[in-house]
T-cell receptor, first 111, second 113 residues
């Protein structure tokens, strides 16, 4: 099965600074790489995803970069705002029916 | 709102009781998934439906758990003889195809006393 590791487990940044979260996976067959944001008491919400034929994707302040050779992908958030505070999960997908989630990164944006 | 909905949002029960949760997926999504999430962890896969057929079950799904999707639309997850270890957030997700993005509902928070 897929082994997924996220780093760091917690991250505190000042409002306006950038945040980067890294996800490392084990299954070389993985070809879909989503990032989910989960706020307290809510379900995970997809914020950005990338497929294996693309190296980088950007959506306003959020970007995902993929390095398939090294088996890792990263979430980049620029100009952080207090509403970005949440737990972020990566969930690389290797072609089966299930997503395998990392343990999450708790991001705190300090005003 | 056309997202995934789940009911109830919260359920408190006593050990040994049976509970049932409901999930309504996004309209026309024929794939439906159940996950369980405990505090401080990511969601873990429980089971998966394609239309009304339950195609996969995780080892986490003991024989006290049963899931149905009788008409290929909404799904129910029942836990019989609940135990304190069943306390968790139960999440439902749906997708149009198995290769497509999974969209999650708000979850049902179960507390077993």
């Amino acid at each position: 099965g897929e082994n997924v590791e996220q780093h760091p487990s917690t991250l505190s940044v000042q409002e306006g600074d950038s945040a980067v979260i890294k996800c490392t996976y084990s299954d070389s067959a993985s070809n879909y790489f989503p990032w989910y944001k989960q706020e307290l008491g809510k379900g995970p919400q997809l914020i950005i995803d990338i497929r294996s034929n693309v190296g980088e994707k950007k959506d306003q302040r959020i970007a995902v970069t993929l390095n398939k050779t090294a088996k890792h992908f990263s979430l980049h958030i620029t100009e952080t705002q207090p509403e970005d505070s949440a737990v972020y999960f990566c969930a690389p997908w290797a072609g089966s029916y299930q997503l395998t989630f990392g343990k999450g990164t708790k991001l705190s944006v300090i005003p | 709102d056309t997202g995934v909905s789940q009911n109830p949002r919260h359920k408190i029960t006593k050990r040994g009781q049976n509970v049932t949760f409901r999930c309504d997926p996004i309209s026309e999504h024929n794939r439906l998934y159940w996950y369980r999430q405990t505090l401080g962890q990511g969601p873990e896969f429980l089971t998966y439906f394609q239309n009304e057929a339950q195609l996969e079950k995780s080892r986490l799904l003991s024989d006290r758990f049963s899931a149905e999707r009788p008409k290929g639309s909404f799904s129910t997850l029942e836990i019989q003889r609940t135990e304190q270890g069943d306390s968790a957030m139960y999440l439902c997700a749906s997708s149009l195809e198995v290769t497509d993005t999974q969209y999650f509902g708000p979850g049902t928070r179960l507390t077993v006393l």
